[in-house]
């Protein structure tokens, strides 16, 4: 092969590695489009902005993402809002921002993505967003606004499942007295000849349909949740009777999905026994026990409880139970 050959094949291979490269993105391929239920672009001169929320629609027990994104003409610099740990009635999780990338069109897109979480359920509101921008050189700044955004929260159950309540079986219906003397007399005989097979079939029958009824202990964790929230007592900011209750909430929980005797022991002796009977992992036992000795100084130490702690305490009992349902579940399932 000459060296013309040679050089030849290399241009031609170089050629084919950028073409694949570029084809897929390189490093800063864009990861596949989000679906987002909002979607909502707003534009002042040279900048559009872009409000996304992926539901419009969750559970308490849900979580929801936000992207706030901005598309600038080259030349112009945007600065997106900020927030602390709360955007209006969510409590934000987690945020990711993105490097500023120039699209081909000459525009700079920057973005960042919000992870937020509800407390109670109700109408949850976004409140009009505001970027600023200005040209690269001038300190004149420009804003632009968004629209108030609207995302229902409901309850952690069902609507379905609202009133988990066990209730008494119906027992069997009276026969119609319409038969003769001597059809009664007979239907007499035999239902005392039947009445030790027909009780202990009954018997039976009973115990089916009461464990087919049985509702799983994360129903009524979540049930109980969802009543306390009810009550009000957030709202009327009885904080420490609301701690207490919530603790009170997951105790019963544990005795119901480990078997332990939680609601009647200390947390010393509750969390000595737990240690080889409670089936989860270091992590969960290390956050049940900061979650039950905070709940101790606010039952029995006078601790005054606030709206944060309230919340993070709220947030652990269901995180909690969330968890372990999907433990018991999968055990169920096997």
Partial sequence: MTTIQKRYVLITLAVF?????????????????????????FRRGPVDLRIAVSRKGLSIAERVDLLIETRAREGYVTELPRFGDKLHEFGIVDYRSSIPRLV?????????????????SGE??????????????????????????????????????AELEIRE???????????????LIGAAILAVAAAPAFLLWRRFRRMKEVAARAVPAHEKAFAFLERLLAEGLVEEKRYAEFTARISDILRSYIEDRFGLRAPERTTEEFLAEAGGGLGVDAEKKSILEQFLVHCDLVKFAALEPTAEDVKRTFETCRDFIDATKREEVREEAA
Avoid: N
């Fill in 17 to 41: 590695s950028a073409a694949a490269f570029f084809s897929c993105g390189g490093e800063d391929a864009a990861a596949p489009e989000k679906t987002w239920e909002i979607d909502r672009d």
């Fill in 104 to 120: 081909g069109d000459g525009t700079v897109v920057t973005s960042r993505t919000y992870e937020l979480e509800p407390f109670l």
């Fill in 124 to 161: 949850y509101v976004i409140p009009p967003m505001t970027v600023t921008f200005h040209e690269e050189g001038d300190t004149t700044l420009h804003y632009l606004e968004s629209d108030t955004i609207r995302v229902m929260v409901t309850s952690i159950l069902p609507a379905d499942q």
């Fill in 169 to 183: 079986i119906t027992g069997p219906a009276d026969l119609p007295v319409d038969f003769g003397k001597a059809l």
